[in-house]
Each structure stands twice: as C-alpha cells, then as structure tokens.
C-alpha cells in the first residue's frame, strides 16, 4: 500500500484528430457504454424478468381468452395477439429505461464521465444498444412462450418481426434516455412516461386489433405511430412480406426512430452546455 | 490505510510543504494552471435572469493548492462545474491547463480530474471495473487501462478492494476511490468539490494528507472548494473567498486572518464571518 504516483504527465493531443480516429474513439466509447450497461443489467438477475412481466403475464392469462374470438382479421389469434404484446413490451420497456440514467445522473455517474473525452452521443447510443439488446432477448423468450401457446409464423416471419422491435425499442430507448436528462427526479419521470405510454398503448390496437374499434377509434389511431409498427409484425407473422401494411409499418417505425434519435441527439447536447440548467 | 500514510504523519498539523516544482529535466512552460477572466454565469429563470457568477477572475499557479470559499449559494460550485466543462460560461474566458475553456473543451476534459460533491459512483459496480472503465472513457488501451487501476489502487490504498462492489467500500474508501478515479488520466489541474463533507475525522485527516501527497508527488495543481475553515486553513496555500458570484477576499490563510480578523490571534473562520457578514463582526471591507 501507499507506493510513490506517478509523475509522468498525460500526452495530450493539441493537433485535430483525423476522421478516421474520431470515428474509433467513437466506436470504441460506444462499446465501452454498452459493455457497462450490459454487465448492470446482466448483475440484476430479476430486472430481465421484472421487465417483461407485463407482456407475459398478458401472453399467458389474457391470449387464450382470444382463441375462440372473430378478431376481423386473417390468420389465428395469436399470430395477431402476439405481435401486439411484443410491441406493448417494446413501449413499456422501452420508456422506462431513461430511470437508470436518471439514477446516474443524480449519483454523479454521469457527471463524471462528462468530464472525460466521452462523446455525448456515444453515450446515448452505447445506452440505446443496450436497451435494443435486451428487448430483443425479452421479445425471444415471448414468441418462444407464444410458439408453446400455439402461435405459427415462418421463421423469416419472426426474424423481420424482431427487427420491427429493435427499431422501435431503439427509438423509445433513445428518446427515454433524452428525456432522462431534462427531468430531475424519477417521480417525474415516472408520470410523464406513465401519462404518454397508457393512451398510446390503448390507441395502437395492442391487445385487440383496430378492426374491432368503431370508425372514430380507427381514426384517432392512425395517427399512433405503434400501430404500423404493430400490424405490420402481424403481417409478417402471417408470412405477409410484400403487403402495404408492411411498407408503412417499415416507413413510420424507421421514421420514428430517426426523429427520436434527433430529438434525443438534442436533449443530450443541451444538457448543461448552457446557463440554463442550474447547477 | 493507517500505514498508508504514516511517513507523512509528521506533516499533519504541521507545515504544509512547499510546492515542488515540476521535476525532470525539460522545463515547464511559464504559463499557470488555471486562467480565468471575467469568468460569469447567469441563469436564465422563469421569474428572471439569476446571476450566478459575477466576473471572476483568478490566476492559479502550477502546483498550487487553492481553498476556493463561500457562503452557501456564493457561487462556488457554478464556477467549478464551468472550469470543468460542464457548464458554458455566459461570459468571460478561461484557460485551463493551458486550453482555452470554451475553444477546446475536449483537451480541457483530457488535462483534469473532477470529483463532484455527490461522487459518481455506480453502488453495483466493482471497484476495478470503475477504475478500468475511467481509464478506458480516457482513451487508453486496455491492457494500460488495467495497468492503471492497479497502479491507482496501490497509491490510494484501494489494493485489496479492487474486486469488492463500490456499496461495499467505507465513507473514506468510496472517496478515495472518486480521487483515484478523477487521477486516472495524470490530471495537471485536480477540482474537488468539497471533498470532505460527511466524513469522520480520521478519514478526514487522512484525505488532507492525500491531497497534499498527490501535490507533492506529481505536482498537481488542486483547485478545492470546501465549507470546513480549518480544512482551507490546513491545506491551501491561497485561499479565494467569493460572495454573490464574486471575489470577495484573496490571499494566503494568514494574510487572511490578519487582514480581515477582528484582532490578533484571530481565526480563518473569524476572517471569513466578517468578509461574508454573517458573523458577528459587521465591519465594511474594502477589497
């Protein structure tokens, strides 16, 4: 203990780094965020089942309730129900993640990795990368669980429909992970992702498809970019590819994701880069 | 830990030694550690423009300790966050280290170490991966990045909890590790936001003598902001006193008390209460 420090002093470059190193730090900060995040998450053994415990428990207690039902679409039931529950859990995970930065912010975590060459952004997408991961692993576990129910879908199906959920989840995540940085307390931040999710999750036509609703319904809920999201996954669980529903889902959730990540690009940046933000 | 500092024991409660120069042969460069003009800060609130920060200016010398006061909401902790980028100025200009604040933030991140009052631990994190991960966010490469955290671990007294969660670690233990943390990268400039606020007394003593080991051993330049007199007192070579987003009072701990004591024999804190007027003492100051 209490050997001498160091006296060598750190090399600091005063020249500008090429692009090509800007875009390796880049790279590199990222996995560095993304391999932090994922050893918490990987050290809380109950936050992968806690986080999907919702859509399970709707899967397991409210999916066979629809089996005998004419839901007004192609196809069976849960090849429409299943769909709905991977993208409920891509919503509920997905804007709640901004908790744990929110929770680093307060500790100081943030702060401190602030004050080093860490990008701004590389720390929102390492966070994000972290976030698609996990939901993706989630959505696996549910269609494997819905597959046991009695779900049937090719495997291209199931592979496009899990690409549909890492968009999304993406995008939430980024965008919960922005907001994160604007809100102080979690109590806020629980409110307003709980005040934005509820509506949003009745007005995607999640649990029972959209067909159902009478015509206002129908209409409020296409301005609801998770509903493409959602019919289009049950698209491709039919073995549907080339069908407009699908196109639209692919442009709205692509769409989606590319304004969130702008608009988290912008939280993230501002963030006590101004007087704005008392300290 | 006890033994960790024991040759420097001697110095606790004695003379603070005088700042080494930067040793090896190549000679530094004339120039200071931190340069603040005009430095300020205001808020824009809903109710109005609150300001912050006033203009300060300060010059820092290489190797210098700085005890930088105030009364709550003076101003300190603005200025800190600003000096270390996380803050934009709303005026003024500084150079730290040698980088202009607002021109280079990205080479001013790379020449110090910031603790923050709250820390910036992960309580779940281990005590190496918070090392390694601070080395690696520093740009160095893994094998160096793991080197690092021993060598940090060795000189902090932290060898034998690298492995332990940081949750793990005492109030001393977890605040030398947030040093050790913000020594990663040989910092020229160290900030240290009242790093011992909620400490025992021996872990405050043996935090003293860190921070002046750390000077002395690397010539560090330790820029601290602190509530506790006798700690400024004890450890700063040049103490700044700022009030309402100003300077209100510079100079060494004694030139402190002599000037801006009531009297003869007066303390740091009887100099700071009249300098602040919140002490009993209500006499005018002229700075």
Same mark, same amino acid.
């Given at each position: ?279 | ?116 009052? %709250? @820390? ?9 991966? /918070? !090392? &390694?991960?601070?080395? =690696?966010?520093? +740009? ?56 011992? %606020? @909620? ?9 003293? /003598? !860190? &921070?002046?080991?750390? =000077?002395?051993? +690397? ?56 300098? %602040? @007027? ?10």
């Amino acid at each position: 203990m209490g050997t001498a420090m160091t006296t060598s002093t750190a090399a600091v470059a005063t020249t500008p780094t090429p692009p090509l190193d800007r875009f390796r730090h880049f790279a590199a900060d990222i996995g560095l965020i993304f391999g932090r995040c994922l050893r918490a998450t990987l050290r809380s053994k109950t936050n992968m089942l806690f986080g999907m415990l919702q859509p399970l428990l709707f899967l397991s207690l409210f999916g066979p309730l629809l089996t005998r039902l004419d839901l007004g679409v192609d196809g069976s039931s849960w090849q429409t129900f299943v769909p709905g529950v991977l993208v409920q859990l891509t919503l509920l995970g997905g804007s709640y993640v901004g908790l744990g930065l929110l929770v680093e912010r307060n500790t100081g975590v943030v702060d401190r990795m602030r004050v080093t060459p860490l990008s701004p952004m590389a720390m929102l997408l390492g966070r994000a990368l972290r976030d698609v991961v996990q939901l993706v692993v989630q959505s696996v576990l549910l269609i494997l669980l819905g597959l046991a129910f009695g779900l049937r879908a090719p495997l291209w199906g199931i592979v496009v429909g899990l690409a549909f959920v890492a968009v999304l989840s993406g995008a939430l995540a980024a965008l919960s992970h922005g907001l994160a940085m604007r809100i102080a307390t979690p109590p806020e931040f629980a409110a307003v992702a709980n005040t934005a999710v509820m509506p949003l999750m009745l007005l995607s036509g999640l649990l029972l498809p959209m067909s159902l609703a009478p015509d206002w319904l129908e209409a409020v809920s296409r301005a609801v970019p998770f509903r493409y999201t959602a019919d289009a996954v049950r698209d491709v669980f039919r073995g549907e590819l080339t069908t407009g529903t699908v196109a639209a889902g692919a442009a709205v959730t692509v769409g989606l994701a590319v304004l969130c990540l702008m608009a988290a690009t912008r939280l993230f940046r501002g963030t006590g880069r101004s007087g704005a933000e008392r300290g | 830990m006890d033994c960790d500092f024991a040759i420097d024991c001697a110095s606790i409660g004695g003379m603070t030694p005088p700042p080494t120069p930067e040793p090896g042969p190549a000679p530094s460069p004339p120039r200071a550690a931190l340069d603040i003009r005009a430095l300020s800060l205001t808020y824009a609130l809903k109710s109005g423009p609150v300001q912050a920060v006033r203009g300060i200016d300060l010059t820092v010398p290489r190797g210098e300790i700085l005890g930088f006061l105030g009364p709550n909401g003076a101003g300190k902790t603005s200025t800190l966050r600003m000096l270390t980028t996380l803050l934009r100025p709303t005026g003024g200009e500084a150079q730290v280290a040698g980088h202009d604040l607002l021109a280079e933030p990205s080479a001013v991140r790379s020449c110090i170490g910031y603790v923050a009052q %709250t @820390g910036g631990l992960d309580p779940a994190c281990g005590v190496r991966e /918070e !090392l &390694v991960t601070q080395a =690696r966010l520093h +740009r160095m490469p893994k094998q160096a990045a793991r080197h690092r955290a021993e060598e940090l671990a060795g000189e902090l007294g932290l060898t034998g909890l690298l492995d332990r969660p940081t949750a793990a670690l005492s109030g001393g233990q977890r605040r030398r590790l947030e040093i050790a943390l913000g020594l990663v990268n040989h910092p020229e400039v160290l900030f240290l936001d009242e790093p011992t %606020t @909620g400490l025992d007394p021996g872990s405050r003593a043996e935090l003293w /003598e !860190l &921070v002046r080991r750390i =000077r002395r051993e +690397r010539g560090t330049t330790v820029f601290l902001t602190t509530h506790y007199l006798d700690e400024a007192d004890a450890l700063a070579d040049r103490i700044v006193v700022v009030d309402g987003g100003r300077t209100i009072a510079e100079g060494t701990p004694e030139a402190l008390k002599r000037t801006h004591g009531p009297g003869p024999g007066a303390s740091l804190q009887d100099a700071f209460l009249a300098l %602040t @007027g919140r002490g009993p003492s209500h006499e005018p100051v002229a700075v």
